[in-house]
């Protein structure tokens, strides 16, 4: 009698074991189900960002430079017949403006409504390193601060259905014996006793008056102050193309769309090793899309701003739907980057099938930010992408960026919604995972999917992260799991 008590028993037990067995299999299936569900609206999600997004249009008309008296010596300035072609062009309904093989010696650009500047094959715009030439001084932004300064090498403002094509250079001629020199380092050429842009009444001064809110008017720079030019900015524009051309030697941020909507670059390629010589700065805007380029800079490859600290506040425009697809990033700080001027916030930034590899790459994505700036990060989607070889982490997440100056202050920021998915690294430095939170204001919701990461000295390095997941992710060879809690 006891021996059937005891065998009942036994029954019973194996018969509830299996049963847990079976609702954990069903409860891990739902939840693999339900992760999956939410990662394809992920990426529906850019799917309508992209179709959003799109390219101008112009009417089948074409002026050619060389018919408006340009001369393509390389020597000889053309700047007022650039600015006589496209007058023209826009005064007739716009069109496309021809650059025919050649160099083009010029000062600043100015883009107007309906105009296609277009430069064929073996063309190659020069552009002077003389400052006079970039006045009279317009509106623009120096660091994530609106203030009058020299032109942009290319600049359009409040301008609709503009766009920079073709096979050709851009060449902003910058170099350690001009404009890079400015930034301060002698290894860009500055020396002890020259002028440079950290002086009190240059860059410290415009800091101050963004964060008083000195009218735009008043912050006036230019000649004797020494912050460098953009080299292509789109100023609160709509429905913008860059596409095709080879942009070299900037003197500071290369391409920076600035409160602006609607906005495609499309197979270009950027090599400039100076100082700040970031890619890409989408900043205070929306609807953009960056497809098919190659970055090789001399600092962030893609770098996503949204103003700098009390001015970015005031402004308070998102910079959100970035869609970074398809493209190529080899020497920089950062090959993806968000911050650290992101005061306004940002917001659904997608990276998709993009490849970067680099000893001279210090990782592949990137965001910084302090207590100085505030502001929200959320939603960081990252998908295929595949890297080489980068210097220091895979992922990056800082809270405590530091600069030149002290960049603590009483605006804690926030970073949430992260996910890497598919994605493989064959050396990826000191770290996997890099990140530094608040107690206050964890990191939260950070998830890597089918994560595959060859080598790397240092799994993570974490502080203050909340919600690590980690899901099918290999890293050194062995399958990581997802803490409880990681802080």
Avoid at 342 to 357: E, H, L
Wanted: charged share 20%; aromatic share 8%; hydrophobic share 35%.
């Amino acid at each position: 009698m006891q021996q059937n008590n005891t065998k009942r028993q036994v029954n019973f037990f194996d018969i509830y074991k299996v049963l847990i067995i079976f609702c954990l299999i069903i409860f891990s299936s739902c939840q693999r189900k339900k992760e999956a569900q939410e990662s394809l609206a992920v990426w529906d999600d850019m799917d309508k960002v992209i179709n959003s997004i799109s390219k101008p249009k112009f009417l089948e008309k074409t002026y050619n430079l060389l018919d408006f008296g340009a001369n393509p010596d390389g020597l000889t300035f053309n700047t007022d017949v650039f600015k006589q072609i496209i007058k023209t062009c826009t005064e007739n309904g716009g069109g496309k403006i021809i650059i025919p093989a050649g160099k083009y010696l010029t000062g600043a650009i100015h883009l107007e409504n309906n105009v296609n500047l277009h430069l064929e094959e073996g063309a190659e715009v020069l552009f002077s390193t003389n400052s006079k030439d970039y006045y009279p001084l317009v509106a623009t932004s120096y660091e994530g601060v609106e203030l009058m300064n020299y032109s942009p090498l290319i600049y359009a403002k409040n301008k609709k259905n503009i766009a920079i094509t073709g096979k050709g250079v851009l060449n902003g001629q910058a170099s350690n014996n001009n404009w890079w020199k400015w930034c301060g380092k002698d290894t860009y050429g500055w020396k002890k006793e020259m002028p440079q842009q950290k002086d009190s009444l240059n860059l410290p001064r415009l800091m101050d008056m963004g964060q008083n809110n000195v009218p735009l008017n008043e912050r006036v720079f230019g000649d004797g102050h020494y912050l460098r030019p953009n080299f292509i900015e789109f100023y609160e524009c709509e429905s913008v193309l860059l596409q095709g051309v080879k942009i070299i030697n900037a003197p500071f941020w290369i391409i920076h769309p600035f409160k602006s909507n609607n906005i495609t670059i499309d197979g270009v390629t950027v090599e400039s090793h100076g100082p700040n010589n970031d890619g890409c700065d989408p900043e205070y805007s929306k609807n953009v899309l960056i497809k098919n380029c190659t970055f090789n800079t001399g600092d962030d490859c893609i770098a996503i701003k949204a103003g700098r600290d009390a001015e970015g506040r005031r402004v308070g425009i998102k910079s959100e739907n970035i869609v970074v697809q398809n493209c190529n990033m080899i020497d920089g700080h950062g090959g993806v980057v968000i911050g650290s001027e992101m005061s306004a916030g940002v917001k659904n930034i997608y990276v998709d099938n993009c490849k970067m590899n680099s000893p001279n790459l210090d990782r592949a994505i990137r965001l910084k930010t302090n207590s100085r700036r505030g502001g929200i990060i959320d939603g960081v989607y990252v998908r295929d992408l595949e890297v080489g070889q980068v210097k220091e982490a895979v992922l990056k997440l800082n809270m405590h960026y530091a600069t030149y100056t002290n960049q603590t202050g009483d605006f804690i920021p926030q970073i949430k919604n992260i996910l890497l998915e598919n994605v493989k690294v064959k050396n990826g430095g000191y770290y996997a995972i890099l990140a530094k939170g608040y107690e206050q204001s964890k990191i939260n919701n950070v998830t890597l999917k089918n994560v595959i990461i060859e080598k790397v000295d240092n799994a993570f390095s974490i502080e203050h992260l909340s919600n690590l997941k980690l899901i099918d992710t290999y890293i050194n060879g062995s399958l990581m799991q997802s803490p409880k809690q990681s802080n």
